[in-house]
């Protein structure tokens, strides 16, 4: 599966996508026929929960070893169910982290196209969506040149995740709201998203 990832990012590093392309389209089909679907399996939703927890939401933004190792094992196991909503989490990670490594800009349609292709994969699994997942495709809309789509998805899910502080970065960003600033300065001044965007 590693090697099918890599593929299509090899192919995305020399295409642009005006539309789902045919090597997009097989790789998407390739991993759900390689993985076993059990909607009643919730390991993977509640990796993608604690990778949001750990690296997105806490201070220090650092996934701890036990997570490390649980992401670890469930990935090496081939019994493992659901694999195919990690392997697409993994493709849109290592995208990202491949093109800032090398000093590029992601491909912004691939970004949007395999975020809402997660989103609606994990819909049909568990029918609801972990918050890393929305929080990905804010970013991905706002990348890709959406950002009246990025906000009002930023909007919505902070109705249903009133306390994340990414979401409330992201907000204050697009809208400069003096009451979302003092609460990330009062309360949150040593998260690192506050810190890296300079919010004082």
């Known amino acids: 599966m590693k090697k099918n990832i890599f593929i299509l990012l090899i192919f995305l590093s020399t295409n642009s996508f005006a539309q789902k392309s045919d090597e997009y389209l097989n790789f ?7 993985t076993q679907v059990d909607k009643s399996d919730k390991t993977v939703y509640d990796l993608l929960n604690n990778f949001y927890e ?32 990690f392997n697409m989490f993994f493709a849109y990670q290592n995208h990202i982290t491949e093109t800032a490594a090398a000093g590029k800009q992601p491909n912004s349609k691939f970004q949007v196209d395999l975020i809402c292709d997660l989103e609606e994969e994990i819909k049909n699994v568990y029918g609801n969506v972990p918050i890393i ?29 009133p306390t994340s502080i990414p979401l409330k970065v992201y907000k204050y960003l697009d809208s400069k709201d003096e009451k979302i600033k003092l609460d990330l300065v009062e309360n949150h001044s040593n998260h690192w998203m506050v810190q890296q965007f300079q919010i004082k």
Do not use: R, V, W
């Open 54 to 85: 750990e690296t997105l939401q806490s201070e220090a933004g650092e996934m701890k070893p036990e997570t490390i190792s649980k992401i670890q094992s469930y990935y090496s196991n081939n019994s493992s169910k659901n694999k195919h909503i």
């Open 28 to 34: 998407i089909k390739d991993l759900k026929i390689e």
């Open 133 to 161: 997942i929305l929080i990905y495709k804010a970013e991905a809309l706002n990348s890709n040149g959406q950002s009246i789509e990025s906000a009002e998805l930023i909007n919505k899910s902070l109705i249903t995740f």
